[in-house]
């Protein structure tokens, strides 16, 4: 009986594990099949087992579309069928995307955070007069918030 088990680790690769190893049994099947009208009818069938399997996907736009998409690269886009839509580029979905350029400021007095920086800023380009006071004393409230936040925090 220990010869039957199997472990998931000596199992050939999912490549979509949300589909199951019975799906992509059937992808490799058809991978196999020799006549590309029994290609053809498996993939429409995996296709309508693969929409079975999660109904919440039918109010998505393009649903037909996103699940031959996902058939393609389950088959690592070697399933030679005729899809009614355009074949993805594997190139284009492993392409790693750019690098984000994140904000490179380093305020004086971090415990503050940024945002009281900006606040500063804004309080500074005021003139004189009552919306200035008004924005200077809710800018020193909420500083005095934050520090006796810390201190409780940290002491």
């Known amino acids: 009986m220990e010869e039957t088990l199997q472990y998931?680790?000596?199992?050939?690769?999912?490549?979509?594990?949300?589909?199951g190893r019975h799906i992509q049994k059937m992808v490799d099947q058809a991978l196999k099949e020799p006549k590309k009208e029994q290609r053809n009818k498996m993939a429409h069938a995996i296709i309508g087992v693969m929409g079975n399997l999660n109904p919440h996907l039918r109010d998505v736009p393009d649903f037909q579309h996103k699940l031959w998409d996902q058939l393609f690269i389950m088959s690592d886009f070697?399933?030679?069928?005729?899809?009614?839509?355009?074949?993805?580029?594997?190139?284009?979905?492993t392409a790693r995307p750019d690098p984000l350029s994140y904000p490179q400021n380093?305020?004086?007095?971090r415990f503050y955070g940024n945002n009281i920086k900006r606040m500063i800023d804004a309080a500074l380009t005021f003139s004189d007069g009552e919306q200035k006071d008004a924005l200077v004393y809710v800018i020193a409230n909420h500083m005095k918030k934050m520090f006796f936040e810390l201190e409780q925090r940290y002491c």
């Not at 070697?78 to 979905?93: A, C, G, R, T, Y």
């Not at 380093?106 to 007095?109: D, H, N």
């Open 8 to 19: 998931n680790t000596q199992r050939s690769h999912l490549r979509i594990p949300e589909y």
């Open 78 to 93: 070697f399933l030679d069928v005729d899809s009614p839509f355009p074949i993805p580029e594997k190139e284009v979905l």
């Open 106 to 109: 380093f305020p004086k007095y």
